[in-house]
DNA sequence: TTGAAAGCGCTAACAA
DNA sequence: TTGTTAGCGCTTTCAA
């Protein structure tokens, strides 16, 4: 048995310590628990309580600073109003800044957003998404690691809103939102053939993340449609680290017939212009580029970087937008893929002939 | 009266679905509730359950893959394993690096956190904090926008567990970790002291920011100690925005004595260099610079940049320590500076004589 | 060594 | 138009 009484037996004859919960509003006010919580949850409305009434609530409520507790609600309710953010990692300005439009518009709504970092590990993944579930979140957004999550696939069966962005479960049927990414990709190769171009390096990240695969094929379907076979070695690159990358830039580089590289994602492109640098070969006179994504320094080195940005902000609309339809009892939504943009600026010439 | 008999009358005279929660599992074990949820919260040695019982609810537990309702334990608890974090942009590498550390570090010991942008507005900080406050998270990790925040000061009064990051509160007591901003600053002037320059410019950001303030206090030192008293009209910023720093940029260049600029934070770097490229200024022949913070791109520019690294997992372990000591109803905390560190590159030469 | 029972503060069904 | 009441699922005190 509870033994801990809030007030004081002295106070507790005395005029009673402000309300601090609805129950005691109501019994301050002379109302009840139920009318309480029906307005301070605005449905005073729909449920016809008298204008007085509300009004005399609202007014207490602001009075005594009245904050319902929303563990009680979200216990009772089975809404939290709450979501999971899961993103391979944060650090990567294009996740960050996915993570910051997506915060701000679900704060505004009311929502509050966990944030998980899943380092880039499908196990760091599935834990982070089993925690978040436990912990009630309303809902999901996560740009996978992998191509395949089994925590994942058991949420979705469940029923369970979850929309992937960036980088799509090709198992899964769920909303999905991110750039086209072959299409964003073909818009670098074209840029370079028009340019003059036709033998292209591809600079590509982990053939393990599917966002990579789809800018694979954006880059082999470009350079075909133009009637040019891309040989294998002109696709270089294992992973996502700026090491790796460079690697497989210098293998690149190492190769003279090609005259251009894309760089097929904003990590790797570091590592490309530190090959280069190794190389010492100019840009643009001896090679042209064009790189992934666009960023705050991408017009101060020199030359200035041709770019492809990511349209960051609709893909982070987009996203909520899906999860919010999903919430509200909607079907599940289609995939969404939205187009990117070139940026031109003096990282591509002409080829140059040795 | 609620009617929703969770199974169906046939099926409740049947076998028992499996438990979903903890008192169906103490009624499929025939033992009490009390008893399931103290051997589940490890509690059972403390509290001398059998071994036996103790190994039979944790083998149920698994079995039937029990996840105890942590809405329903935190309500009753009145802890939620739940912290908030509030940064200001989010989409600042510096912040996105701090907040993956930190999310991460939380993580692994079972805390959830909150992520939360303020957009740099005081207003937003103060509607994010108390949002944050009444979801009951544990406590907050806050980079503070201002000099003040009254909901903040609200909170700390009351005791609530908070430790601020980057920026100090001035007229609060509460535990904080951050860079030593103006030892920051001062290694930076130091830097370009010791190539033999004395008429330093110095780009700052905005004064309405403490890290700021201490930063521009420290260039200020390390000058005067060197014997050279700054003009007013070396010191130039007025916000972090990159047209503005660009901006107060153009008028330090307009100086024709200054032979060197450090600039003190991140984002104002950016408008800094693009002034210089305006301007036609090569570096390091015409000026040298030394710039905050460090960032994957700063060595492949032209020149390499010679940069300020401060040390964010530093920063962000030394919080999650001070926080989780407040958490654990320690006192609180004093305030940590960390030491930053120079990283030497290409962007210092010897002072240019026009 | 285990069980009983009292809530945490709220929502929502139903009654009045 | 408002009140009564039964829980949501758990933790924790106290008794046995």
């Known amino acids: 048995v509870q033994r801990k009484p809030r007030t004081t037996p002295s106070a507790r004859r005395a005029a009673p310590a402000a309300p601090q919960n609805l129950a005691s509003l109501a019994r301050h006010l002379g109302l009840s628990l139920a009318t309480v919580s029906l307005v301070l949850n605005g449905r005073a409305r729909a449920l016809r309580i008298s204008p007085e009434t509300e009004a005399r609530i609202l007014q207490a409520a602001r009075t005594?600073?009245?904050?319902?507790?929303?563990?009680?609600?979200?216990?009772?309710s089975g809404r939290t109003a709450t979501i999971g953010l899961v993103v391979p990692d944060v650090a990567n300005p294009f996740f960050a800044a996915l993570a910051q439009q997506i915060e701000r518009t679900l704060r505004n709504t009311g929502v509050a957003v966990f944030l998980s970092d899943s380092e880039e590990s499908i196990e760091v993944e599935e834990a982070s998404l089993h925690e978040l579930h436990q912990r009630r979140v309303d809902g999901l957004i996560l740009a996978p690691?992998?191509?395949?999550?089994?925590?994942?696939?058991?949420?979705?069966k469940k029923g369970f809103p979850v929309v992937s962005i960036d980088r799509v479960l090709p198992h899964l049927a769920l909303p999905h939102v991110s750039t086209d990414h072959?299409?964003?990709?073909?818009?670098?190769?074209?840029?370079?053939?028009e340019a003059g171009h036709r033998r292209i390096g591809c600079l590509r990240g982990s053939p393990a993340a599917y966002s990579d695969e789809e800018r694979v094929r954006g880059y082999r379907a470009a350079l075909r449609d133009a009637g040019?076979?891309?040989?294998?070695?002109?696709?270089?690159?294992?992973?996502?680290?700026?090491?790796?990358?460079?690697?497989?830039?210098?293998?690149?580089l190492a190769r003279p017939e090609l005259t251009a590289i894309v760089s097929l994602a904003g990590q790797v492109t570091l590592g490309l212009l530190e090959a280069i640098r190794d190389h010492g070969r100019r840009c643009p006179e001896q090679l042209s580029i064009v790189a992934f994504d666009e960023q705050p320094w991408c017009s101060l080195i020199s030359p200035p970087l041709t770019t492809i940005e990511q349209p960051i902000a609709a893909i982070a609309a987009q996203a909520v937008a899906l999860l919010q339809h999903r919430l509200n009892g909607g079907a599940v939504g289609a995939a969404i893929h939205l187009p990117s943009r070139l940026i031109h600026r003096s990282s591509v010439g002409p080829p140059f002939s040795s």
């Open 64 to 76: 005594f600073q009245i904050q319902p507790n929303r563990l009680a609600a979200s216990l009772r």
């Open 182 to 193: 072959a299409g964003a990709a073909r818009q670098a190769v074209v840029a370079l053939l």
């Open 228 to 252: 040019v076979e891309p040989a294998d070695d002109w696709i270089a690159g294992s992973g996502f680290t700026r090491p790796a990358a460079r690697e497989a830039a210098a293998q690149l």
């Open 145 to 156: 690691v992998g191509l395949q999550n089994r925590r994942l696939e058991a949420l979705v």
